[in-house]
């Protein structure tokens, strides 16, 4: 046992990190979803009393997964056809679902039954261990909104009776899109946390990659599995830069590039380049991979070729129509054609909800000389962040 928990909110972090990634087992085994989170459930209770005297185990996930799984005997006991699923159990490792499981139970949540919100919404909750709020954050939406979407999406997988296997190749291409932007977004949420427990978290960075990886090695040539995993390893390959010793975010403008993983970089542009080469279809992971990849390869901020950005932006929003990428957009743009052009597109978006929105008006309204306006616009992008690191840039800016 680690016998020191410094606080209740890192043993609740604890806690919850590995409670998340139980349920991919539990479902496997007892082909219910209902089941699976209550016996989650039990066993977060149980550490949340016990941990605090005892400390947090060495290995958490299989000590939840040990207290779930004798929760689940219990239940099963009671159950008529107990004998068979008695005996799967008793012969499970004291470990979690292996990561193919995961892909597995993705692959199911991703029923296209399912309205496409109530797929990544459910798979993201259920699979990938997020929260309400870090989903309702992804997918810019009200917790309430996203709460319901999960308790509508579960009852409808059980009333159906919606099976736990990885579809039929014919089923795979009307739900690769909902896969695809689960492991996007659990990528996401680690990159850079939407939390205010820390500021990015390498584990769900860790599954992000690896169930992409395990995607792509299921479907060699679908060209977008093969974008989302050069993307994921090309932003991977500055994570020695991203942050300070202090835990400091670093603006990729600022960042030591002699610290990028230039290996990881080449890897994943020859990854990139392959796939485009031989598919010649291009789609919203390929190009933002392609973005990435100009970043990457710049050998200074100043030698970015904006142009070039601004070009494969514009290439997405025509796949892709988003005002987040068209946020993301006004950035090259006002490289290419100055900020005055980019703060106009910028405040056409309804976007008044997400930090970045304002952070990027105040940038370029500093770059503007408006300064009391970019003054404000940062206040409100304070108000609306929880990521501590992000928090201190924009306090840090504040004070200027």
């Known amino acids: ?3 020191d928990v410094s606080t209740e909110d890192e043993l609740a972090r604890v806690v919850r990190d590995h409670a998340g990634r139980l349920a991919g087992s539990l479902v496997s085994l007892l082909g219910d979803f209902s089941a699976a989170e209550d016996l989650v459930q039990d066993a977060v209770e149980i550490a949340l009393r016990r941990w605090p005297v005892e400390g947090i185990p060495d290995r ?3 000590w939840l997964f040990t207290v779930a799984k004798r929760r689940g005997l219990d239940v099963l006991r009671r159950q008529q056809n107990y004998r068979a699923k008695l005996a799967e159990l008793q012969h499970q490792d004291e470990q979690p679902a292996a ?7 993705i692959f199911t949540c991703c029923h296209p039954a399912l309205a496409r919100e109530a797929q990544v919404a459910l798979t993201l909750r259920v699979v990938c261990g997020l929260t309400t709020a870090q989903i309702a954050a992804a997918l810019l939406a009200k917790e309430t909104a996203v709460a319901q979407r999960i308790t509508r999406a579960k009852r409808k997988i059980t009333d159906a009776g919606i099976p736990y296997r990885i579809p039929r190749d014919d089923e795979l291409p009307e739900r690769l899109t909902e ?3 689960v492991i996007y977004l659990l990528f996401n949420e680690g990159y850079l946390s939407s939390t205010a427990e820390r500021a990015h978290s390498r584990d769900l960075v860790d599954d992000a990659e690896w169930l992409t990886a395990l995607l792509h090695g299921l479907l060699p040539n679908e060209p977008e599995a093969a974008g989302l995993l050069a993307l994921i390893r090309l932003h991977r390959a500055r994570t020695a830069a991203r942050f300070t010793p202090a835990g400091e975010l670093v603006l990729l403008e600022d960042q030591d590039r002699t610290l990028w993983d230039q290996t990881a970089i080449a890897e994943a ?6 796939t485009a080469h031989r598919h010649h279809a291009p789609g919203p992971y390929q190009l933002q991979a392609a973005i990435a990849a100009c970043h990457s390869e710049a050998p200074t901020w100043a030698e970015t070729d904006w142009r ?3 070009v494969l932006y514009d290439m997405l929003l025509t796949l892709q129509p988003s005002p987040v990428t068209c946020l993301h957009r006004s950035v090259a743009l006002s490289f290419v054609e100055g900020p005055a052009v980019a703060l106009a597109e910028v405040d056409r978006l309804a976007l008044d909800t997400y930090p970045l929105f304002h952070a990027t008006r105040a940038q370029f309204l500093r770059d503007l000389g408006r300064d009391a306006e970019a003054h404000v616009a940062d206040e409100r992008a ?5 990521n501590p690191a992000q928090l201190d840039l924009l306090r840090e800016r504040l004070a200027r």
């Open 1 to 3: 046992m680690n016998a």
């Open 60 to 62: 958490p996930d299989a």
């Open 99 to 105: 990561s193919d499981d995961r892909l597995r139970l």
């Open 179 to 181: 896969v695809l932007t």
């Open 269 to 274: 542009t020859a990854l990139l380049t392959r």
């Open 308 to 310: 070039q950005i601004l």
């Open 382 to 386: 304070a108000e609306l962040t929880a």
